[in-house]
């Protein structure tokens, strides 16, 4: 069948309900409306093999469960898993595929704007612990990833990986911030009280259980260079760990005080992880790679400088020392493969 | 061959269950319509400049809450039932909100957004299956013209909409204003200014 019929197709449903809805003058935010679009859609993508319902189904229930009221982002996931078959399909079909590839970045970037939304619906209380969850999932999704593109392709050929680095990369990075550690004890989850580690230890359990399979995984596999950034959910969890065993029962006036150790752990771990991004560039002679380690580390000087209270003109000059820095570094390595070259 | 013939087939009963949710959609609203019991009701006063959204007009009912008879742990999202009662002008009212479907037709079948409780008793606050009017998207800057101008008249309170409901189901009619309907006092409105 014709590209345009699947196409047509996939977009009446909808296009009648609207319409429906302005003449009946239906009340709502359209939430049932998407709703039943969506599932009236959903049989499309298997009867025609098609991408384009597949990715309009997945839009579509992700708008309705975070987007349309409260309460839906549960829901979320049995809609999920209906689409789960057609990613079976095609992955046995080809796993590189262009098809393939949208939808996993589709699909990977819904599911992690859905799990923030179903940690606040489901554990309110615990809001605090979404970075460890989503550290959890950010690493599954790396070393998952790794697992399954095991040959070298480019960034954006590997959805799970790409995602699953930028992610992990980004929590690591917040966990750097001393406020971040005060807020935790702060907002939602009281991490002081009675009874919070054990919701930490039911979480963060299982989550330590997965990622040491799948980094043991990645090791079987001569992937260990997954390892550091794999491992951030392990380093989030200790974090915790420390930061509770700190504050179990300190008043909430010290909580401040007792976020240094977490927060200096941090800063080592992200310090870590940009110089051996840095040196893994220079080893294997990737521009790119050397810039990204760089670009942690600029990114570490010049967040700590700007929390401390340092005067305008020692800033300005450490913002020019960074950039002198990139540039030379840059230089050299051009020269140098220049060199190899001749 | 034969794997082509059941997929056609397949999709043609795709195709018809597809089809059907929009035609019961039709259906359910065209029935209510013709044989469902007409209502009244008030508007609250429109705030002229904020009516307007996009294409449709937004309403607001006047006293859109009721008192919780008999449920006092009603939760948001729960099913509710809310009792009409019309005064003696023919406008009509909601009452009171039950779980239990009520015998009659004057009632409604909704959701509780949320509860207040108060010293009265806990009051329902609920969806209000009438909540927008949808116009054509031409109309829409003059009538958002006519609602202004009418907006700084006296009897701007004069505003109802006409509901038809049956078996709990409401389908909005028509939006009335200044004792037309709001198509006709845009077109005069837009006639008198022009």
Redesign the interface.
Known sequence: MSKWIRFITAFAVGASIALISQTYHISGGGDSFLLTWMLLSVPLVYLMRANVPALLYIAGITAWSVGCGSGHAFYYWPLAALIVPHFVILGRENLFSNRLIVLSWVFTLSFCVTVGATVRESLPFSWSLVYLIYSGVFAVLYLGGSLLYTKGQGWWRQPFVSVGTAGITMITFLLTNQRIWESIGWFGYRINEPGAGNLLLALGLPLVMVTFCLLAACVRRNQAGRVLLGVAPLVVFGGYMLFTYLVSGAKETDIPGNTIIPTVLFNLYFFTLGVNTTVSGIRSGRLGTVNAGMFLLAALILARFFDSGIGFVIRGVIFIIVGIGFLTTNLVLLRRGRERAV | MRYKRT?LV??VL??L??SA??VW??VH?ETTLKTGRLFKFRTAPVDPYDAFRG??VAITIENSAAPADGASDLK??QKVYVHITEDSEGFAAFDKATVRRPEGDAYIRTRVSFVVNEPSGPKVYF????????MEETAAPAAEDAYRQYGSLPERSDAYVTVRVKDGFA??EELYVGGQPIREFVRESGRSSG
């Not at chain 2, 969806?127 to 949808?134: G, K, N, T």
């Open positions: 997929v397949l999709f795709l195709a269950i597809q949710v929009p959609m039709i609203r294409r449709y948001s999202g969806e209000v299956p009438f909540d927008r009017y949808y389908v909005l």
